[in-house]
Protein backbone atom coordinates (compact mmCIF):
# COMPACT_ATOMS: atom_id res chain seq x y z
CA UNK A 1 0.00 0.00 0.00
CA UNK A 2 0.95 3.25 -0.40
CA UNK A 3 2.70 5.36 2.12
CA UNK A 4 3.87 8.90 2.27
CA UNK A 5 4.58 9.87 5.78
CA UNK A 6 5.21 13.95 6.93
CA UNK A 7 7.57 14.87 9.34
CA UNK A 8 9.63 17.62 10.90
CA UNK A 9 6.66 19.96 12.33
CA UNK A 10 6.58 22.10 15.19
CA UNK A 11 7.03 25.60 16.97
CA UNK A 12 8.94 28.13 15.43
CA UNK A 13 9.05 31.94 15.78
CA UNK A 14 8.29 34.37 13.14
CA UNK A 15 11.14 34.62 11.33
CA UNK A 16 12.84 30.81 11.71
CA UNK A 17 13.39 28.09 9.69
CA UNK A 18 12.17 24.03 9.51
CA UNK A 19 12.57 21.69 7.00
CA UNK A 20 10.06 19.25 6.48
CA UNK A 21 10.31 15.70 4.85
CA UNK A 22 7.96 13.14 3.28
CA UNK A 23 9.21 9.41 3.47
CA UNK A 24 7.88 7.25 0.19
CA UNK A 25 7.50 3.94 0.28
CA UNK A 26 5.86 1.00 -1.71
CA UNK A 27 5.57 2.27 -5.05
CA UNK A 28 8.36 3.81 -7.12
CA UNK A 29 8.97 7.42 -6.02
CA UNK A 30 11.05 8.61 -8.63
CA UNK A 31 8.56 7.78 -11.28
CA UNK A 32 5.96 10.49 -9.57
CA UNK A 33 5.47 14.56 -9.40
CA UNK A 34 4.88 15.44 -6.14
CA UNK A 35 3.12 18.45 -4.28
CA UNK A 36 2.97 20.25 -1.13
CA UNK A 37 -0.60 21.47 0.50
CA UNK A 38 -1.07 23.12 3.49
CA UNK A 39 -4.47 23.80 5.11
CA UNK A 40 -4.62 26.46 8.24
CA UNK A 41 -6.26 25.97 10.84
CA UNK A 42 -10.31 26.10 10.42
CA UNK A 43 -9.49 26.56 6.82
CA UNK A 44 -9.53 25.47 3.41
CA UNK A 45 -6.72 23.71 1.33
CA UNK A 46 -4.02 25.82 -0.44
CA UNK A 47 -1.18 23.83 -2.82
CA UNK A 48 2.05 25.34 -1.98
CA UNK A 49 4.68 23.71 -4.21
CA UNK A 50 5.41 21.10 -6.71
CA UNK A 51 8.14 19.04 -8.30
CA UNK A 52 8.55 16.92 -11.55
CA UNK A 53 9.33 13.29 -11.31
CA UNK A 54 13.37 14.01 -12.26
CA UNK A 55 13.12 17.76 -9.93
CA UNK A 56 13.70 19.70 -12.98
CA UNK A 57 10.16 21.58 -12.97
CA UNK A 58 9.60 23.04 -9.92
CA UNK A 59 6.39 25.25 -9.19
CA UNK A 60 5.83 27.60 -6.17
CA UNK A 61 2.15 29.46 -4.79
CA UNK A 62 2.63 33.59 -4.70
CA UNK A 63 2.37 33.50 -1.05
CA UNK A 64 5.71 31.35 -0.80
CA UNK A 65 7.71 31.75 -3.42
CA UNK A 66 10.92 32.90 -2.50
CA UNK A 67 10.79 31.85 0.86
CA UNK A 68 10.06 27.99 0.89
CA UNK A 69 12.65 25.53 -1.65
CA UNK A 70 10.92 22.32 -2.46
CA UNK A 71 13.24 19.15 -3.13
CA UNK A 72 13.73 15.63 -3.10
CA UNK A 73 15.75 12.49 -2.75
CA UNK A 74 15.18 9.89 -5.02
CA UNK A 75 17.87 7.60 -3.98
CA UNK A 76 16.09 7.85 -0.16
CA UNK A 77 12.24 8.51 -1.33
CA UNK A 78 11.97 11.44 0.25
CA UNK A 79 10.65 14.65 -0.45
CA UNK A 80 11.49 17.99 1.48
CA UNK A 81 9.94 21.24 1.87
CA UNK A 82 12.75 23.97 3.62
CA UNK A 83 10.64 26.92 5.03
CA UNK A 84 12.27 30.02 5.22
CA UNK A 85 11.28 33.12 6.77
CA UNK A 86 8.25 31.51 8.55
CA UNK A 87 5.37 34.28 9.26
CA UNK A 88 2.12 33.46 11.53
CA UNK A 89 -0.12 33.33 8.49
CA UNK A 90 1.98 30.14 7.52
CA UNK A 91 0.53 28.06 10.76
CA UNK A 92 -0.76 25.05 9.24
CA UNK A 93 -1.12 21.46 8.40
CA UNK A 94 1.59 20.55 5.95
CA UNK A 95 0.58 17.58 3.50
CA UNK A 96 2.64 15.93 0.64
CA UNK A 97 0.71 14.83 -1.78
CA UNK A 98 1.46 12.05 -5.06
CA UNK A 99 0.55 13.87 -8.48
CA UNK A 100 -0.58 11.59 -11.72
CA UNK A 101 -2.94 12.49 -14.49
CA UNK A 102 -5.67 11.27 -11.74
CA UNK A 103 -5.12 13.72 -9.44
CA UNK A 104 -4.03 13.90 -5.99
CA UNK A 105 -4.69 10.13 -4.69
CA UNK A 106 -2.10 9.68 -1.96
CA UNK A 107 -1.81 11.50 0.83
CA UNK A 108 0.12 11.69 3.77
CA UNK A 109 -1.11 11.84 7.49
CA UNK A 110 0.24 15.66 7.33
CA UNK A 111 2.44 17.50 9.77
CA UNK A 112 1.54 20.66 11.84
CA UNK A 113 3.78 24.03 11.83
CA UNK A 114 3.08 26.81 14.33
CA UNK A 115 4.61 30.00 13.86
CA UNK A 116 4.49 31.97 16.97
CA UNK A 117 6.49 33.78 19.84
CA UNK B 1 -3.34 32.31 -12.20
CA UNK B 2 -6.41 29.99 -12.43
CA UNK B 3 -9.20 31.02 -9.55
CA UNK B 4 -11.75 28.00 -8.66
CA UNK B 5 -14.64 29.59 -6.77
CA UNK B 6 -16.87 27.13 -5.08
CA UNK B 7 -20.41 27.97 -4.31
CA UNK B 8 -22.53 27.70 -2.03
CA UNK B 9 -20.44 27.87 1.19
CA UNK B 10 -22.98 25.69 3.09
CA UNK B 11 -25.29 23.12 1.69
CA UNK B 12 -28.16 22.55 4.38
CA UNK B 13 -29.67 19.11 3.45
CA UNK B 14 -31.18 15.96 5.14
CA UNK B 15 -29.78 12.27 4.25
CA UNK B 16 -31.29 10.93 0.96
CA UNK B 17 -31.54 14.44 -0.50
CA UNK B 18 -29.51 15.75 -3.62
CA UNK B 19 -26.50 17.63 -3.47
CA UNK B 20 -25.29 19.81 -6.11
CA UNK B 21 -21.83 21.61 -5.48
CA UNK B 22 -20.94 24.27 -8.02
CA UNK B 23 -16.97 25.09 -8.84
CA UNK B 24 -16.28 28.13 -10.70
CA UNK B 25 -12.83 28.82 -12.58
CA UNK B 26 -11.73 32.26 -13.42
CA UNK B 27 -10.60 31.19 -16.96
CA UNK B 28 -11.81 27.79 -19.18
CA UNK B 29 -9.31 25.00 -18.08
CA UNK B 30 -9.15 21.52 -19.27
CA UNK B 31 -11.62 19.40 -17.68
CA UNK B 32 -9.00 16.60 -17.99
CA UNK B 33 -7.14 18.19 -14.58
CA UNK B 34 -10.18 19.05 -12.91
CA UNK B 35 -10.93 17.20 -9.45
CA UNK B 36 -13.17 16.76 -6.21
CA UNK B 37 -12.00 15.71 -3.15
CA UNK B 38 -13.83 15.04 0.36
CA UNK B 39 -12.35 16.12 3.73
CA UNK B 40 -13.69 14.85 7.22
CA UNK B 41 -11.86 16.73 10.33
CA UNK B 42 -8.76 15.88 10.95
CA UNK B 43 -7.84 14.21 8.08
CA UNK B 44 -6.33 14.00 4.93
CA UNK B 45 -8.19 14.98 1.51
CA UNK B 46 -9.53 12.18 0.17
CA UNK B 47 -10.40 12.36 -4.03
CA UNK B 48 -13.59 11.43 -5.19
CA UNK B 49 -13.27 12.94 -8.90
CA UNK B 50 -11.12 13.44 -11.38
CA UNK B 51 -10.84 14.56 -14.79
CA UNK B 52 -14.09 15.97 -13.93
CA UNK B 53 -16.03 13.07 -14.14
CA UNK B 54 -14.70 9.74 -13.49
CA UNK B 55 -14.86 8.28 -10.14
CA UNK B 56 -11.57 7.49 -7.85
CA UNK B 57 -11.27 3.70 -6.90
CA UNK B 58 -13.70 2.75 -4.57
CA UNK B 59 -15.78 5.69 -4.19
CA UNK B 60 -19.61 4.99 -4.60
CA UNK B 61 -21.54 5.77 -7.73
CA UNK B 62 -23.88 8.42 -5.86
CA UNK B 63 -21.30 10.50 -6.19
CA UNK B 64 -20.94 12.14 -9.93
CA UNK B 65 -19.01 14.91 -11.43
CA UNK B 66 -19.54 16.57 -14.65
CA UNK B 67 -19.07 19.85 -16.41
CA UNK B 68 -16.54 21.85 -18.61
CA UNK B 69 -14.82 24.91 -19.80
CA UNK B 70 -14.91 27.26 -16.73
CA UNK B 71 -18.41 25.20 -15.06
CA UNK B 72 -18.16 22.07 -12.86
CA UNK B 73 -20.71 20.12 -11.11
CA UNK B 74 -20.02 18.10 -8.19
CA UNK B 75 -23.46 15.64 -7.48
CA UNK B 76 -24.16 13.42 -4.63
CA UNK B 77 -27.33 11.34 -5.65
CA UNK B 78 -28.89 10.55 -1.94
CA UNK B 79 -26.91 11.99 0.70
CA UNK B 80 -25.70 9.19 3.13
CA UNK B 81 -24.50 10.35 6.61
CA UNK B 82 -20.88 9.78 6.30
CA UNK B 83 -21.41 12.47 3.52
CA UNK B 84 -22.24 15.39 5.44
CA UNK B 85 -18.62 16.59 5.40
CA UNK B 86 -16.47 19.22 3.37
CA UNK B 87 -15.67 19.05 -0.42
CA UNK B 88 -13.16 20.97 -2.39
CA UNK B 89 -12.39 21.04 -6.41
CA UNK B 90 -9.06 21.47 -7.68
CA UNK B 91 -7.21 22.22 -10.66
CA UNK B 92 -3.97 20.32 -11.65
CA UNK B 93 -1.59 19.24 -14.05
CA UNK B 94 -0.22 22.82 -15.68
CA UNK B 95 -1.84 25.12 -12.74
CA UNK B 96 -2.46 23.86 -9.04
CA UNK B 97 -5.30 25.13 -7.51
CA UNK B 98 -7.90 24.58 -5.02
CA UNK B 99 -11.68 25.99 -4.32
CA UNK B 100 -12.66 27.14 -1.29
CA UNK B 101 -15.02 24.28 -0.03
CA UNK B 102 -18.51 23.23 0.16
CA UNK B 103 -19.62 22.39 3.20
CA UNK B 104 -22.65 19.83 3.62
CA UNK B 105 -24.26 19.97 6.94
CA UNK B 106 -27.34 18.00 7.87
CA UNK B 107 -30.49 20.32 7.96
Known amino acids: EVQLVESGGGLVQPGGSLRLSCAASSFTFSNYEMNWVRQAPGKGLEWVSY????????YYADSVKGRFTISRDNAKDSLYLQLNSLRAEDTAVYYC??????????WGQGTLVTVSS | EVVLTQSPGTLSLSPGERATLSCRASQSVSSRYLAWYQQKPGQAPRLLIYGASSRATGIPDRFSGSGSGTDFTLTISRLQPEDFEVYYCQHYGSAHTFGGGTKVEIK
Open chain 1, 51 to 58: ISSSGTTI
Open chain 1, 97 to 106: ARETWSGFQH
